[in-house]
């Protein structure tokens, strides 16, 4: 049974569907806990989460402060009762349906990886650019997962922690402690908002980034990644 680490801060619209998203595509048996994380949000997230905390099909907790980065969020999750392996989440994120037995899948079959990704794009897509999938996912090695996806809590025995500068993160740390990580393949329809090339995930994203709520990121390339949003979109319009 694993935990599910969900982080949040700021971005209400985002968060809306990221969590609905969430709710409505994990298999709640594999979970033994839901633990969201409310970085000090001033615009009405803090608010909905707490409201929609009861919808949650396990044991819920919300947790909220000016932790000040994810890193922070990360290091105070695993300062308690972490589970052995449990999957992070950011507010900006839609999970596909099924998304999380093939990861716990890989997981078990390759116990010495430590972190497991999951963002459309970093390896295969499975089908729509002619690549044959047999039905069984695998891992291909990365140097970096990014933020989402499955970890072990032991991996963290030396924990990310900030520099004065603010600098050090989990990316950081990835590259000083070198976890065995890699990206799940073929990819998952793992959706980043913040990367979606229409509207109104483009002018929010624009919003959220002069608030200073976000980072700026690339867009997906509508010509190959369209595979990747389409189910959300149905599933949000239903």
Request: aromatic share 12%.
């Amino acid at each position: 049974m694993i935990d599910v680490l969900y982080l949040a801060y700021n971005r209400l619209e985002f968060t809306r569907v990221s969590y609905e998203r969430l709710l409505a595509n994990t298999d709640w048996q594999h979970v033994r806990r839901l633990v969201v994380y409310d970085d000090g949000s001033e615009d009405g997230t803090r608010e909905y989460l707490d409201g929609a905390l009861h919808v949650a099909p396990v044991d819920a907790i919300l947790r909220h402060g000016g932790y000040g980065s994810p890193v922070k969020v990360m290091a105070d999750y695993l300062s308690r009762d972490p589970a052995q392996v449990f999957a992070k989440i950011d507010n900006d994120i839609a999970l596909p349906p099924g998304w999380l037995p093939p990861m716990l899948d890989v997981l078990e079959r390759r116990p010495f990886l430590e972190l497991l990704g999951m963002e459309a794009g970093m390896t295969r897509v499975a089908g729509p650019d002619g690549v044959p999938f047999d039905g069984v996912y695998d891992h291909e090695r990365c140097t970096n997962i990014g933020g989402v996806g499955l970890m072990r809590s032991s991996a963290f025995a030396i924990r990310p922690a900030m520099r004065a500068d603010g600098r050090f993160g989990f990316t950081e740390w990835q590259h000083t402690y070198k976890p065995a990580r890699a990206w799940i393949t073929p990819d998952l329809p793992v959706v980043c908002l913040d990367r979606l090339p229409m509207e109104p995930w483009v002018s929010l994203s624009d919003g959220y980034v002069e608030r200073g709520w976000q980072r700026p990121h690339g867009l997906y390339d509508p010509v190959w990644m369209g595979w990747c949003w389409e189910w959300m979109l149905g599933e949000v319009l239903a």
